[in-house]
């Protein structure tokens, strides 16, 4: 697995400047977590995530606790989760550190 990023781009516009979606930048990336491990570990040790949702066009975080996937349909929507591999042995990030010598790791 390796990042399929333009990487002189994205040093310019966006490290440690902005925000970046990366849609698909991990080539043969194999999810270490399934959802339902995921919708669980956030539900019952109460880890940080955020969901976004997208409405008409417009991304918008959603203020409230995440409690399942069942209202959320099929699309149109995010769940970003805080330190998964201090809960979760396989969603270790060091994968990062192999690619760029100067990510920066938390």
């Known amino acids: ?10 040093l310019q516009h966006h490290w440690q400047k902005r925000p970046v979606f990366l849609k698909k930048a991990m080539s043969h990336f194999i999810n270490p977590v399934s959802p339902e491990e995921l919708e669980k570990l956030v539900i019952e040790k109460a880890l ?27 699309r149109n929507w995010s769940l970003r989760v805080e330190a998964i591999n201090h ?9 990062f550190s192999t690619q760029r010598g100067d990510w920066p790791s938390d």
């Open 1 to 10: 697995m390796h990042l399929i990023i333009n990487w002189e781009d994205f």
């Open 87 to 95: 809960w979760h042995r396989g969603a270790d990030g060091a994968f």
């Open 48 to 74: 940080e995530s955020q969901l976004i949702q997208r409405n008409h066009g417009k991304y918008q975080l959603v203020h409230k606790p995440f409690n399942g996937y069942a209202s959320l349909g099929q």
